[in-house]
Nanobody
C-alpha cells in the first residue's frame, strides 16, 4: 500500500520556522520525485517545491525562494521542507506528493500519482 505521511505542521508566529517531513512507503522511492504542494482556503493547490533524487534536482517556487529549502534522505524514504521566515500568506494545508514526471526540476500537478493527506500550517501575524 502506497503511503505518504506528512508531519511537522502547526501554529507559528510570523518570522518563525517549521520543518515538514514526508515519509514515503509502498513504492520504489528512488524512482519518484517528491513534491510539496499547498492549498490555502479558497485557493487552488499550488506546487511549492520538488525533490528528485533520480536526476539530482530540487526546486522551489519564487514566492518561497530564499525561505524554504527541500531536502531528502533516501535511506529513510523521507523528504523534508524546511520553512524559515514564515509569513501569514504561507498559511495553508501542505501536501506531499509522488510523481515520476519532473519538468525543468518541478513536479507538475498533472503528473502526481500519489498524495498524502496533508498537514496544516498556520502562521499568525
Amino acid at each position: 500500500e502506497v503511503q505518504l505521511v506528512e508531519s511537522g505542521g502547526g501554529l507559528v508566529q510570523a518570522g518563525g520556522s517549521l520543518r515538514l517531513s514526508c515519509a514515503a512507503s509502498g513504492f520504489t522511492f528512488d524512482d519518484y520525485a517528491i513534491g510539496w504542494f499547498r492549498q490555502a482556503p479558497g485557493k487552488e493547490r499550488e506546487e511549492v517545491s520538488c525533490f528528485a533524487s533520480f536526476d539530482d534536482s530540487t526546486s522551489v517556487v519564487n514566492s518561497v525562494k530564499g525561505r524554504f529549502t527541500i531536502s531528502g534522505d533516501n535511506a529513510k524514504n523521507t523528504v523534508y521542507l524546511q520553512m524559515n521566515s514564515l509569513k501569514p500568506e504561507d498559511t495553508a494545508v501542505y501536501y506531499c506528493a509522488a510523481t515520476r514526471l519532473v519538468v525543468a526540476g518541478t513536479c507538475p500537478y498533472y503528473g502526481v500519482e500519489y498524495w498524502g493527506k496533508g498537514t496544516l500550517v498556520t502562521v499568525s501575524s
